[in-house]
């Protein structure tokens, strides 16, 4: 018998991870196999931990969740871990769900609970938009704070600073420097 893998996630940094792992180590995982990680799941990029259990966990293994929001939460995302998942030989198992995608029904119910899991941040982004535009409306929206200051770019480039060595000073990417200096050089032509 293979080894249960956990995998324990939430969203920001404020969330506590303490009832997914202890709901992980009552399902039969050992502390030591549980990767969490405090990162949105709209995306696959960035999560270390998920990518790094996905390539430890082998033929005959199983990796525990509580939820499938947990894992993903795109249809395409859970799709590809899944896919992935059943390439390895690895068994998917959610201790909250009957999620168990070593039986048929078990498969059918796990897309099921896909589905409904991107519904509904399809739906959030469909309010949190909602919300926006009346707030524009209303001239309360100001878009999000600036976090890069402009002046200090075009400050670097006037004293001959390449945007290499503005994004190192400033903690920014050369693209960043050069769309700016760009929107710049645009700005000061359309005067």
Request: proline content about 1%; cysteine-free; aromatic content about 6%.
């Amino acid at each position: 018998m293979g080894k249960r893998y956990g995998y324990a996630r939430v969203s920001t940094s404020e969330q506590d991870l303490t009832l997914q792992k202890e709901a992980l180590t009552t399902a039969g995982v050992n502390s030591d196999l549980i990767f969490s990680e405090k990162v949105t799941g709209t995306k696959r990029d960035g999560r270390e931990k998920l990518d790094l259990l996905l390539k430890i966990a082998d033929k005959g293994d199983t990796l525990v969740i509580t939820r499938i929001d947990r894992l993903a939460r795109s249809m395409r995302d859970l799709q590809n871990i899944v896919h992935e998942l059943k390439q390895k030989g690895v068994a998917l198992k959610a201790t909250e769900q009957p999620v168990d995608t070593t039986t048929a029904a078990g498969k059918a119910f796990f897309d099921m609970l896909g589905v409904f899991a991107e519904f509904e941040t399809n739906l959030r982004r469909e309010r949190q938009a909602e919300g926006i535009a009346k707030a524009k409306r209303h001239g309360v929206y100001t878009g999000g704070k600036r976090r890069i200051q402009r002046d200090a770019v075009y400050r670097l480039a006037g004293d001959g600073h390449g945007p290499s060595e503005i994004g190192r000073q400033l903690g920014i990417s050369r693209r960043q420097v050069y769309r700016i200096l760009e929107e710049g050089m645009q700005s000061s032509s359309g005067r």
